[in-house]
């Protein structure tokens, strides 16, 4: 069964930090792995990285798949009270296109 | 682009009748969709995938008679959910397979009183 693990669960900063945001996985056939932030609504798309596209870079946020590790980072640099939300990593491996979702990680930036 | 629609955005209903939620692809076409519920605090379980032109694929545990999945066109998916409970009551999320990613809806929340 394919598995997704993000860490941490929580996270609390200030305006201006930088912050990683990890995800292990094990997957059969890997494909592809995603970001998703979703604030109050369903997750929006962020990235999605293969093995021919390990590293994606967007403004402030970066994320950076290590295939060996079988891990992705997300960063997201000098942080704003508007990045504040559950950030989702999942997963797609095999022939199908299912998506198999961590818990996420709940991201607050304070003022 | 890839923009996912999907109504109603909000709906109250009395146990025992079924509600209709739809999935639209805006402007892209898909043949696979996705339904995940997700209950407060907790990720996206997904429920069922949707292929246009065929028979849903349910996952364990999910009631085909109960949630009962249509996806007639390459741009719409719908999600009945039949005789619905109290216990039904969750966020309802679709999602639309696009070139690049899994595109999601804004969802629609469902309360069964």
Redesign the interface.
Known sequence: EDKVVQSPLSLVVHEGDTVTLNCSYEVTNFR?L?W?KQEK?????LF?LTSSGIEKKSGRLSSILDKKELSSILNITATQTGDSAIY?CAVTGGS????T????TLLTVNP | GAVVSQHPSRVICKSGTSVKIECRSLDFQATTMFWYRQFPKKSLMLMATSNEGSKATYEQGVEKDKFLINHASLTLSTLTVTSAHPEDSSFYICSARGDIAQYFGPGTRLTVL
């Open positions: 592809s995603l998703y609504k369903a997750p929006t798309f999605m989702l199908n296109y299912k998506l979702f961590g818990k996420g």
